[in-house]
């Protein structure tokens, strides 16, 4: 069956390329993706499927359909960029999903098989939290099971991902001239070099699986003034919520103590996008692996929760069965969010990869709706 859905994509990779493409070199940051919606949603419904957007009440969201009742499969598209362009290669998740939606539609139609295929169109992946908008919002209310692709240096099935608590911490003093009356001030920034002394302290006892690191935002305004306020970004990341939440705990005494060491005031302000750490689903990632090989992606052995990075993905994989899956778009090492990945993310070799990744996807997709063994297998798979 690759074979087959890889030919169905190929009599479209024409279209998928252009807006693979457009989406590249027209980058656009997270919920300000107009254009980029406007271009896959143009496509969607040139194919057939029936396109609501905006979703959920994000604007630059969408939910492209086809078919009806169940089962009910969900490919995930996103498309946000960086500030340094598509260095996270965000035109080719949303380049694959659309190979994977016209394989699967064609082949719903060839075969007529029963069911309703989502395209979900998920903005702003990177920190503004999409997809728990569009949970939020009831767009994957009657979703049993959804895939998303992601490009890398490597093909593999999911790799995992840390969950994400995003922390503002502001500190408060007293302003006073640093040559002439020190002794009337109470330093703010002082407080946040102790904020920083703390925790890396406490990263020599970090389980592996845990990351804290952050900036200085606010460190004053001269040298001869004594900082009266001063602030910190920080990320806390974890494999499970039980350590994110012990983590948190603790970063929050570091912060205190600080405070108390400096004399100062404090204010903690977690944000609203939490990334939850994944849930990875065996069936569908050891399907991931044997389509994959088939289409000669390479895929490598599966490595259970060894990302380190997080993904609004996440909060997904914690409400249904879904996956987020590989592939390789260079021939030599990649880090995501460099200049090397961006370049790769605009190249022939990478749309292709890309394509298969999406052949892969729609493999997966169709045996979930024809084969009631192996839903039942992924509605029960999830660990």
Same mark, same amino acid.
């Given at each position: +069956? &690759? /074979? !087959?859905?890889?030919?169905?994509?190929?009599?479209?990779?024409?279209?998928?390329?252009?807006?693979?493409?457009?989406?590249?070199?027209?980058?656009?940051?997270?919920?300000?993706?107009? /254009?980029?919606?406007?271009?896959?949603?143009?496509?969607?419904?040139?194919?057939?499927?029936?396109? #609501?957007?905006?979703?959920?009440?994000?604007? *630059?969201? @969408?939910?492209?359909?086809?078919?009806?009742?169940?089962?009910? @499969?969900?490919?995930?598209?996103?498309?946000?960029?960086?500030?340094?362009?598509?260095?996270?290669?965000?035109?080719?998740?949303?380049?694959?999903?659309?190979?994977?939606? #016209?394989?699967?539609?064609?082949?719903?139609?060839?075969?007529?098989?029963?069911?309703?295929?989502?395209?979900?169109?998920?903005?702003?992946?990177?920190?503004?939290?999409?997809?728990?908008?569009?949970?939020?919002?009831?767009?994957?209310?009657? #979703?049993?099971?959804?895939?998303?692709?992601?490009?890398?240096?490597? *093909?593999?099935?999911? &790799?995992?991902?840390?969950?994400?608590?995003?922390?503002?911490?502001? $500190?408060?003093?007293?302003?006073?001239?640093?040559?002439?009356?020190?002794?009337?001030?109470?330093?703010?920034?002082?407080?946040? +070099?102790?904020? $920083?002394?703390?925790?890396?302290?406490?990263?020599?006892?970090?389980?592996?699986?845990?990351?804290?690191?952050?900036?200085?935002?606010?460190?004053?305004?001269?040298?001869?003034?004594?900082?009266?306020?001063?602030?910190? $970004?920080?990320?806390? %990341?974890?494999?499970?919520? *039980?350590?994110?939440?012990?983590?948190?705990?603790?970063?929050?005494?570091?912060? !205190?103590?600080?405070?108390?060491?400096?004399?100062?005031?404090?204010?903690?302000?977690?944000?609203?996008?939490?990334? /939850?750490?994944?849930?990875?689903?065996?069936?569908?990632?050891?399907?991931?692996?044997?389509?994959?090989? !088939?289409?000669?992606?390479?895929?490598?052995?599966?490595?259970? %929760?060894?990302? %380190?990075?997080?993904?609004?993905?996440?909060?997904?994989?914690? #409400?249904?069965?879904?996956?987020?899956?590989?592939?390789?778009?260079?021939?030599?090492?990649?880090?995501?969010? *460099?200049?090397?990945?961006?370049?790769?993310?605009?190249? !022939?070799?990478? $749309?292709?990869?890309?394509?298969?990744?999406?052949?892969?996807?729609?493999?997966?997709?169709?045996?979930?709706?024809?084969?009631?063994?192996?839903?039942?297998?992924? /509605?029960?798979? %999830?660990?």
């Amino acid at each position: +069956m &690759p /074979q !087959e859905i890889a030919k169905i994509i190929e009599a479209h990779s024409g279209e998928i390329k252009t807006v693979s493409d457009n989406i590249h070199a027209h980058p656009e940051l997270g919920m300000k993706e107009y /254009q980029a919606a406007a271009w896959l949603t143009s496509l969607l419904k040139q194919w057939g499927f029936k396109v #609501i957007a905006p979703c959920a009440g994000v604007e *630059t969201a @969408f939910r492209a359909e086809y078919g009806s009742g169940k089962p009910v @499969f969900c490919f995930m598209a996103e498309y946000d960029a960086l500030e340094m362009g598509h260095a996270c290669g965000h035109n080719l998740i949303a380049a694959s999903a659309l190979a994977a939606a #016209i394989a699967t539609k064609t082949m719903m139609e060839r075969e007529k098989i029963p069911g309703k295929l989502v395209l979900l169109g998920t903005p702003g992946e990177e920190g503004h939290g999409g997809k728990l908008l569009l949970i939020k919002g009831g767009a994957f209310a009657d #979703i049993e099971a959804a895939l998303i692709s992601h490009p890398s240096e490597q *093909t593999m099935p999911d &790799p995992g991902c840390l969950s994400t608590a995003r922390y503002t911490v502001s $500190f408060k003093g007293e302003a006073a001239h640093a040559a002439i009356a020190p002794d009337w001030g109470r330093n703010a920034l002082d407080a946040v +070099m102790l904020l $920083f002394a703390g925790i890396n302290a406490w990263r020599q006892q970090l389980p592996e699986a845990a990351r804290v690191h952050g900036i200085v935002k606010d460190g004053g305004t001269a040298p001869n003034i004594i900082p009266e306020t001063a602030s910190a $970004f920080f990320y806390i %990341r974890a494999d499970t919520e *039980t350590l994110q939440a012990k983590l948190e705990e603790r970063f929050k005494k570091i912060v !205190e103590g600080a405070a108390l060491m400096s004399d100062t005031s404090c204010e903690i302000q977690r944000l609203d996008s939490y990334y /939850q750490s994944s849930i990875y689903n065996a069936p569908l990632n050891e399907m991931y692996v044997k389509s994959a090989a !088939e289409l000669g992606l390479d895929p490598k052995p599966a490595n259970v %929760r060894a990302g %380190r990075g997080s993904t609004d993905f996440g909060n997904v994989s914690q #409400i249904l069965p879904s996956a987020n899956l590989h592939f390789s778009i260079a021939k030599k090492p990649l880090q995501l969010h *460099t200049i090397e990945l961006r370049d790769a993310a605009g190249s !022939e070799y990478g $749309f292709k990869q890309a394509m298969k990744a999406g052949a892969a996807m729609a493999t997966i997709g169709l045996r979930y709706m024809k084969d009631p063994e192996y839903r039942n297998a992924v /509605q029960h798979g %999830r660990h």
